[in-house]
Antibody, heavy 123, light 107 residues
């Protein structure tokens, strides 16, 4: 059974960097079939896919165009986890952040989700 | 980006009723349409993927249909535990996008 667990600060000041980690159990971040995603949810934006990382002989990451200039998603194979870094945050980035797995790379549905972590951007 | 819309935004129905939720995509999405159920305070859970395929463990009263840009989620006999918000999501092209949700209340 795959389990995902987000962790990180619940409060970030405007203009600073939001950093979250997603710990994986029951699968490998280096899996050749999966992709590892960050999704957020807020009342104003609904569910918003932020980006993903995956391994296919080498590491790839791709991001929502609207965030490309300030987002990085990385994998840490030694800890079997992946991370989200979002720079220059504003109150608009306040949301529940989820990590999620795409288990079937061709169909791109999210079959496992973390429980979510609320991040508030406020001074 | 492919924009997703859902109708109705909310509905109220009785136990045993047949409920249909509609999802429309702004562009062709082939079969790459997925449905999730979200209960308050919880993460979304996958119900249906690739338009019609039932995720393991999901009751068979849930079914999906449609094609191209018009898709449906049907609950054949609504149960009290089906009270939740339902989201469609296209996985045809990046960025992956979600609909705004349909809130289902069970009377």
């Amino acid at each position: 059974q795959v389990q995902l667990q987000e962790s990180g600060p619940g409060l970030v000041k405007p203009s600073q960097t939001l950093s979250l980690t997603c710990a994986i159990s029951g699968d490998s971040v280096s899996s050749n079939n999966a992709a590892w995603n960050w999704i957020r949810q807020s009342p104003s934006r609904g569910l918003e896919w932020l980006g993903r990382t995956y391994y296919r002989s080498k590491w790839y990451s791709d991001y929502a165009v609207s965030l490309e200039s300030r987002i990085i998603i990385n994998a840490d194979t030694s800890m079997n986890q992946f991370s989200l870094q979002l720079n220059s945050v504003t109150p608009e980035d306040t949301a529940i952040y989820y990590c999620a797995r795409v288990g079937h790379f061709g169909l791109f549905y999210f079959d496992y989700w973390g429980q979510g972590t609320l991040v508030t951007v406020s001074s | 980006d492919i924009q997703m819309t859902q109708s109705p935004p909310s509905l109220s129905a009785s136990v045993g009723d047949r409920v249909v939720i509609t999802c429309r995509a702004s562009q062709y999405t082939d079969i790459y349409l997925n449905w999730y159920q979200q209960k308050p305070g919880k993460a979304p859970e996958l119900l249906i993927y690739a338009t019609t395929r039932l995720q393991s463990g999901v009751p068979p009263r849930f079914s999906g249909g449609g094609s191209d840009t018009h898709f449906t989620l049907t609950i054949s006999s609504l149960q009290p535990q089906d009270s939740a918000t339902y989201y469609c999501q296209q996985s045809y092209s990046s960025p992956l996008t979600f609909g705004p949700g349909t809130k289902v209340e069970v009377k």
